[in-house]
């Protein structure tokens, strides 16, 4: 077997594997900055302005991570006590290491969608607003789009739309982690706005699909904006020359959003791929923006094996269970990078 360089490698494990690119290097070192824990720096501030704009919200906060910006957004609507519902999959439950708990006090309950998309019907029925002195009270619900784990799929507009309706007249807040909304915003042409004015509070990451280093933002009123600034500090997350951060993300927003299209044209290309290779692997369907979920469940093989024999053939990928595989594209795979892995993989799994 070759021996594989780092040269080789195509790692399409994550999306939040990219370096940052010779231009967004030039633009942090030219960042102008100042103390941000003084309000101070102005990279962060036209940062925050700039992304609550395009979000249609009163303001915004820069965070270092999409983790501590779904925390923030998730405390600006729940207490202590007080339950968050979402679908079984979503980040917020299952890979933020139960911080909304284990920080917040704050409980959650889950919808499952195979695909992580909004159950309505579910959400009627677990919704328990002030459910008195005996049951966890909601107070928010969280919706992620796209949804990672279910394949990068979009939410459609409709059931967004009634979920407003529903959690408006029960008094219950909306959340929406939007990690990757550009990517949805994108594939289907819906503005950010659009998606955003059906939530109350909103994270957004520069550090997926956009390619920054570090940071995410919380988007909502002037006053959660105020406590999540508040809570930022308290957790640690007080920065002071951020702007050499908020200069990536400035440039992000510049030059890396309407490319996201080629990354969703190499997933759909490297399903195709798959798709050919093997029947039943992955829905061509359902291959929306830049994720790919492989289902190997009935070929007898376990996903950690494929795992390992595609490293050892150079290229990576995630492994989200005993029978799935996830593929994301991003800004340093190009289409041939694509073709490669998507032949490599084909190869594997047709043994
Ligand atoms: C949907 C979603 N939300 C939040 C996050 C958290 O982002 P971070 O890794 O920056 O904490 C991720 C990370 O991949 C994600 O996929």
């Not at 195509?10 to 999306?15: C, E, N, P, T, Y």
């Not at 019907?121 to 107070?139: C, E």
């Not at 995410?216 to 957790?235: C, H, M, N, P």
């Not at 890396?256 to 399903?271: G, I, N, P, Q, S």
Request: aromatic share 4%; hydrophobic share 45%; proline share 3%.
């Amino acid at each position: 077997m070759a021996t594989q360089t780092s040269q080789d490698v195509i790692d399409l494990r994550s999306d939040t594997v990219t370096t940052p690119t010779p231009g967004m290097r030039t633009a942090m070192a030219r960042a102008e900055v100042g103390d941000d824990v003084y309000a101070e720096d102005p990279g962060c501030r036209g940062l925050e302005e700039r992304v609550a704009d395009l979000l249609g919200k009163e303001a915004a906060l820069f965070t270092v991570t999409g983790t501590m910006a779904n925390l923030l957004a998730v405390r600006s609507l729940v207490r202590p006590g007080e339950e968050v519902l979402c679908e079984s999959r979503a980040h917020i439950a299952r890979a933020e290491l139960g911080a909304h708990a284990a920080i917040f006090g704050i409980t959650t309950r889950t919808w499952s969608h195979p695909r992580g998309l909004l159950d309505l019907g579910a959400v009627q029925t677990l919704l328990a607003p002030k459910a008195g002195p005996y049951f966890v009270s909601t107070a928010g619900v969280s919706v992620e789009n796209t949804h990672n784990f279910g394949g990068g799929s979009i939410q459609p507009l409709d059931p967004l739309r009634k979920l407003r309706d529903i959690t408006r007249s029960a008094g219950v807040g909306v959340h929406l982690d939007g990690a990757r909304l550009w990517n949805a915003s994108v594939a289907t042409g819906t503005p950010l706005g659009e998606y955003a004015a059906l939530a109350d509070v909103v994270s957004v990451c520069l550090s997926k699909g956009l390619g920054a280093p570090v940071g995410s933002l919380v988007a909502g009123t002037t006053d959660q904006i105020a406590e999540a600034r508040v809570w930022r500090k308290r957790l640690g997350g007080g920065w002071r020359q951020a702007g050499v951060l908020a200069a990536a993300g400035s440039y992000a927003l510049d030059h890396h959003v309407e490319r996201l299209t080629e990354d969703h044209a190499h997933a759909r290309a490297l399903a195709e791929t798959l798709a050919d290779a093997r029947r039943g692997l992955v829905d061509l369907a359902d291959v929306e923006t830049n994720i790919v979920v492989l289902d190997i469940a009935g070929l007898g093989l376990a996903a950690g094996d494929v795992a390992l024999q595609a490293r050892a053939e150079g290229v990576l990928v995630s492994v989200l269970g005993p029978s799935t595989i996830r593929l994301v594209t991003h800004l340093d795979v190009d289409a041939d990078a694509c073709k490669r892995a998507g032949d490599v993989l084909a190869r594997i799994l047709a043994e």
